[in-house]
């Protein structure tokens, strides 16, 4: 027994170092190839003419589909936010998910909304559609009203509606900024083989709103919130950004994309069995491509800013995170023909193998590691001195990831101007290693153990809308 | 536990551990020292700008409404803050047209050297962002650099080149532009047509000779199509034409026949007609609505069929070509009945009584 437990503990601990290793390596190597690609961006930017897309004919021409569900604490801000972005040619499609609460109401009284009928570029099966109506003060309007099927299913009823060449799907309750649309779209002038992107999505707590659009940018006053801002700092401008330099990116976030409506189509549409819809079509689009021997590229460009709200409860937190566990083993394992798949490029070769073996099995790898720790120590298998040094490398490794996304944060967009802002997201790099990120993984060790169990509910978020001021 | 060995993490795995663990935690401190130092660099250089703009611009305001001679505004600027003020300059360019524009020119020429030695910068986006700065600003003093990084291996370059010199109205580039054009073959259509009609109808002669040689690539011409149709070239309407009946490419017919949408007449009903066959839905739905165009009451049982299509496209175009035609009381039959294309022509109905 004790033999048995001593092997045991043994191979337990050399998986997790093993796992430790190579997961860090990942992200130290996203990180680095991050660095260059956003210095590269960051120039870049500025031979990219705005003012000759905006004048001259060139922007492509792009329908927005906002799903919405519940929405009615933020929908009417959202879309005027929507309506008011600076981009030539684009129309609005909000698609009233068969909403309980007062969304669809809201938003017929402040556009002013009438019935009228719209032909479907499209035929993807969507629960059925109520009433398309059309706002009588802004011509670009639409308004979807459909039972409800899900978010992939109100996407798709929307893109059964739409008729330019790209689409972006954003989330109703997100905030573009106004020149998002025209940046997100450069990858697609740049190269027709373009078939997504994505931008970076920033965490809207603790700004305030005027007039649909962020102004007075800081860290929320939340703690939980906070943490986020970080999380999402180094999910964004390491992890994506890293990935998609090798095109091999696997999420363009729900909250924004952009896509070709062409191929979305041709692939099937978003998969309304699916909880992480927006990650299985990212994927799906490298495996159609692939299969179909289409040239392609799915881009993620760091500058085009949706702002959204965080969870700021354990409760909505732990709900969000089990959600998107979930969505990730049900996207890889749907998919999982692509692992070590040359066809499939970088994606099927680096990205997806890391996503499957890193990131879905890696909360399951991470807590047995915190059991078999305790226990090594308890039973006095190991050195004290050993199992701290090896806690405060895990700590150091995570704080030196956290504090160069703050630095590819400062070397490129400066969100957080205030210099307070930026001393507490040095202080969050050191706090989330204690507590913030043991919890995460026992939420997703929970949301893969849902996934097992077949859950696929949404759960549903308290919006509490955005810190508004009136316009000036 | 007696008995049991302690696992094998013997000294030296200790020291490797604790040696990691030093050398990350002085990454994250030279990380944390970094981006310190980036933060009071961007301040100091912020406030150093606005310092030096405060500076300028009254000068700069009073030189162009012809106040103060050029001289004054020279003596402001310091040689370390030339490329600063061509900068600020290039903001004036931006947004003033005719004479006044070319002062601000004129009073960025003498600190253009600066930004032309980033021509040779071996950073091609450094190289892009000074041909985008000099093709604002001037574009004949350094015309044959600009005409040699339509070359650059970097497509960006050469793209900003190409944006520099079209912008030039200068029928001379028509012919180098179009034979960079091959190089952005991955760029957007619109884009590049959007970029070549800048250069304006003076440059037309050179398009429609592009349009109808068959050794250009298909795209390039597809380019060239939506070129002349924005500049309303109606003399490439026969040229669209014969690469209507010759050619098969989607995207160079698709924009074939919208230039002879736009500016076409009966001449051209015969080609147009034979693409209602097309196995492709989006030149029989470009077909259908150039029929409507310019084609008659003749027409109408032609893209009357076009409603049974099996592409909704091709229903959507129908309908529409219908309406053209002035035939509204067959489309409200259509909108009152189980037709196909009833939700089309209920929608374009819809549309002409809102």
């Known amino acids: 027994m004790g033999n048995a437990l001593w092997l045991f503990l043994l191979v337990v601990n050399v998986l997790v170092l093993f796992y430790f290793i190579v997961l860090n390596t990942t992200y130290l190597v996203t990180s680095i190839t991050a660095f260059r690609s956003l210095r590269d961006y960051a120039h870049r930017l500025k031979t990219l003419d705005v003012g000759f897309l905006m004048r001259s004919g060139a922007a492509l021409p792009v329908t927005i589909v906002a799903p919405a569900y519940n929405e009615e604490a933020t929908c009417v801000e959202a879309v005027q936010a929507l309506l008011t972005l600076e981009y030539p040619n684009y129309e609005v499609i909000v698609v009233n998910d068969g909403s309980k609460d007062q969304t669809l109401n809201q938003l017929t009284a402040a556009f002013d909304l009438v019935e009228a009928p719209r032909y479907p570029s499209a035929t993807l099966s969507t629960a059925p559609v109520r009433a398309t109506y059309r706002s009588k003060s802004h011509r670009n309007l639409w308004v979807v009203d459909k039972a409800n099927g899900g978010k992939a299913d109100a996407i798709n009823a929307g893109l059964n509606l739409v008729r330019s060449v790209l689409f972006c799907v954003i989330d109703a309750d997100s905030l573009l900024e106004p020149e998002a649309l025209i940046r997100v779209t450069r990858p697609f002038i740049e190269d027709d083989n373009t078939v997504a992107a994505g931008g970076i999505i920033r965490i809207a707590n603790g700004t305030t709103v005027r007039a649909g659009r962020v102004h007075d940018v800081r860290l929320p006053r939340n703690l939980l919130a906070r943490l986020q801002v970080l999380e999402y700092l180094r999910s964004f401008h390491s992890g994506r950004l890293g990935w998609a330099e090798m095109n091999a990116t696997l999420i363009i976030s729900g909250a924004f994309g952009l896509f070709k409506r062409s191929i979305v189509v041709d692939a099937g549409g978003f998969a309304t069995d699916s909880v992480g819809e927006d990650m299985e079509l990212v994927v799906r689009l490298h495996r159609f491509c692939g299969d179909n021997g289409i040239p392609y590229r799915i881009v993620y460009i760091p500058d085009p800013v949706a702002w959204t709200e965080c969870p700021e409860t354990v409760r909505t937190l732990a709900r969000q995170r089990d959600r998107w566990q979930r969505g990730l083993v049900d996207t890889l394992m749907r998919h999982r023909q692509m692992l070590f798949r040359p066809r499939y490029g970088a994606a099927g070769l680096l990205s997806f193998p890391y996503y499957f073996f890193l990131e879905m099995l890696g909360p399951v790898i991470e807590v047995v590691g915190y059991i078999a720790f305790a226990l090594t120590i308890i039973l006095g298998l190991a050195s004290g001195e050993y199992v701290l040094a090896f806690f405060a490398l895990a700590v150091v490794f995570g704080i030196a990831l956290s504090v160069a996304a703050i630095g590819l944060e400062e070397l490129s967009f400066r969100r957080y101007a205030r210099t307070g802002d930026l001393l507490r997201l040095f202080w969050l790099a050191i706090i989330e290693n204690i507590g913030y990120r043991q919890l995460n993984s026992w939420w997703r060790l929970r949301g893969m153990w849902s996934a097992i169990r077949g859950r696929t509910s949404w759960g549903e978020q308290q919006r509490k809308g955005f810190a508004t001021t009136s316009t000036p | ?354």
């Open chain 2, 1 to 354: 536990m007696d008995g049991v060995a302690t696992l094998p993490f013997a000294d030296r795995g200790f020291q490797l551990v604790a040696a990691a663990t030093l050398l990350l935690l002085l990454c994250a401190v030279a990380f944390t020292l970094v981006t310190g130092w980036l933060r009071t660099q961007a301040i100091r250089e912020r406030r150093r700008w606005e310092r030096l703009e405060r500076q300028w611009e009254p000068t700069t305001l009073a030189v162009l409404a012809g106040d103060e001679s050029t001289g004054s505004l020279r003596a402001l600027v310091h040689g370390r803050d030339e490329r600063r003020f061509v900068s600020f300059l290039l903001r004036f360019a931006r947004q003033l047209k005719g004479p006044e524009a070319e002062a601000v020119r004129q009073l960025a020429a003498p600190h253009l050297h600066q930004i032309a030695a980033d021509l040779h910068h071996r950073n091609a986006e450094h190289r892009a962002r000074a041909l985008q700065t000099l093709g604002e600003l001037s574009v004949a003093m350094y015309s044959d650099q600009f005409l040699q990084a339509l070359k650059d291996p970097s497509t960006l370059v050469a793209m900003s080149a190409a944006q520099a010199l079209s912008r030039e109205y200068d029928p001379a580039y028509a012919e180098q532009l179009l034979d960079a054009l091959a190089r952005f073959d991955q760029w957007s259509v619109n884009y590049l047509a959007a970029l070549l009609s800048t250069m304006g109808p003076e440059s037309a002669e050179a398009l429609r000779g592009a349009l109808g040689d068959t050794s250009r690539p298909p795209r390039v011409r597809a380019v060239v199509a939506a070129t002349l149709t924005a500049l309303n070239d109606v003399e490439s309407v026969d040229v669209a034409r014969r690469v209507i009946e010759a050619e098969d490419q989607v995207d160079l017919v698709v924009r074939c026949l919208r230039l002879v949408e736009k500016l076409g007449a009966d001449d051209q009903l015969p080609a147009v007609r034979s693409l209602l066959m097309s196995p492709e839905p989006g030149i029989r739905a470009r077909a259908l609505r150039t029929l409507a165009r310019i084609g008659g009451s003749d027409d109408a049982d032609r893209i009357k069929a076009g409603l049974t299509d099996e592409s909704n496209w091709v229903v959507l175009h129908a309908v529409r070509g219908l309406s053209e035609l002035g035939e509204t009381e067959l489309l409200e039959d259509i909108a009152a009945s189980e037709h196909g294309a009833a939700e089309a022509a209920r929608e374009l109905l819809w549309e002409g009584s809102a």
